[in-house]
C-alpha cells in the first residue's frame, strides 16, 4: 500500500511553455500533499504543501503564480509550471500524507518523480 | 532555519566494507526519518526513530538516535553495491509534517 505517482517521468518543453505535472496517490486519499524541487547533486526543497480544496502553502521564495498546485480531489494534486524557462529545470517530487488502514498519517509517500527540461 | 548537517557528504568505498554516516543539528528533533534515494528516483522512508538513544536495525542497517536527540547516525554493515544512492535525514517541523532535508550523503558503494 501506500503507493503514490507521478506523470509524466520526464518532459522536455521550450521556453515559455507551460507544463502540467500530476502526483496521484493510487492506493489511500492524501488530505496533503508536497511538491518538492531537487537539483543535481542537492537535497529536496520543499516548495509547497496542498491541502484538499483548499489553496497551497508555498514556501519562502516560491513564486505561486508561477508554480500553481492545485489539489482538487483526494487521489490527485497538480503542478503547473507556467512560462518555463531554462533555470526551472530541475527534478520535481510529490510526496503524499493520508489516512487508510496500514497507512501512517505522519508519514510521507514519495512518488518517483519528475525530470524537467526546458530548452 | 533549523538545519540538518550531514557527512560526509560523498563517501565512496568498496563492497564487504563498513560505513556510518552522520546526521547533525543544533536544535534537539522530536523525531527524524532516514531515506534512501537512487538517481532518478523519489526518496523511500528506511526508518523513523523518535526516543533519545533508540536503536533500530534494518537487515545491514543499524539506526541509532543520540541521547539528547539532536544527532543521528547510519551503519551499514558488509555494504553491497545495492546499497549505493544517497541517503537523507528529514526532520518534521514543529507542529507539522512539512519536512526538512539534510543534503543528503551520496554513497558508492564499488564492486
Known amino acids: 500500500g501506500a503507493v503514490v505517482s507521478q506523470h509524466p517521468s520526464r518532459v522536455i518543453c521550450k521556453s515559455g511553455t507551460s507544463v502540467k505535472i500530476e502526483c496521484r496517490s493510487l492506493d489511500f486519499q492524501a488530505t496533503t500533499m508536497f511538491w518538492y524541487r531537487q537539483f543535481p547533486k542537492q537535497s529536496l526543497m520543499l516548495m509547497a504543501t496542498?491541502?484538499?480544496?483548499?489553496?497551497?502553502?508555498?514556501e519562502q521564495g516560491v513564486e505561486k503564480d508561477k508554480f500553481l498546485i492545485n489539489h482538487a480531489s483526494l487521489t490527485l494534486s497538480t503542478l503547473t509550471v507556467t512560462s518555463a524557462h531554462p533555470e526551472d529545470s530541475s527534478f520535481y517530487i510529490c510526496?503524499?500524507?493520508?489516512?487508510?488502514?496500514?497507512?501512517?498519517?505522519?508519514?510521507?509517500?514519495f512518488g518517483p518523480g519528475t525530470r524537467l527540461l526546458v530548452l | 532555519t533549523q538545519l540538518l548537517e550531514q557527512s560526509p557528504q560523498f563517501l565512496s568505498i568498496q563492497e564487504g566494507e563498513n560505513l556510518t554516516v552522520y546526521c547533525n543539528s543544533s536544535?534537539?528533533?522530536?523525531?527524524l526519518q532516514w531515506y534512501r534515494q537512487e538517481p532518478g528516483e523519489g526518496p523511500v522512508l528506511l526508518v523513523t526513530v523518535v526516543t533519545g538513544g533508540e536503536v533500530k536495525k534494518l537487515k545491514r542497517l543499524t539506526f541509532q538516535f543520540g541521547d539528547a536527540r539532536k544527532d543521528s547516525s547510519l551503519h551499514i554493515t558488509a555494504a553491497q553495491p545495492g546499497d549505493t544512492g544517497l541517503y537523507l535525514c528529514?526532520?518534521?517541523?514543529?507542529?507539522?509534517?512539512?519536512?526538512?532535508f539534510g543534503k543528503g550523503t551520496k554513497l558508492s558503494v564499488i564492486p
Open positions: 528529514a526532520r518534521a517541523g514543529a507542529g507539522s509534517y512539512q519536512l526538512t
Open positions: 510526496s503524499a500524507q493520508g489516512l487508510a488502514g496500514g497507512i501512517s498519517q505522519e508519514t510521507q509517500y
Open positions: 536544535s534537539v528533533f522530536s523525531s
Open positions: 496542498s491541502n484538499e480544496g483548499s489553496k497551497a502553502t508555498y
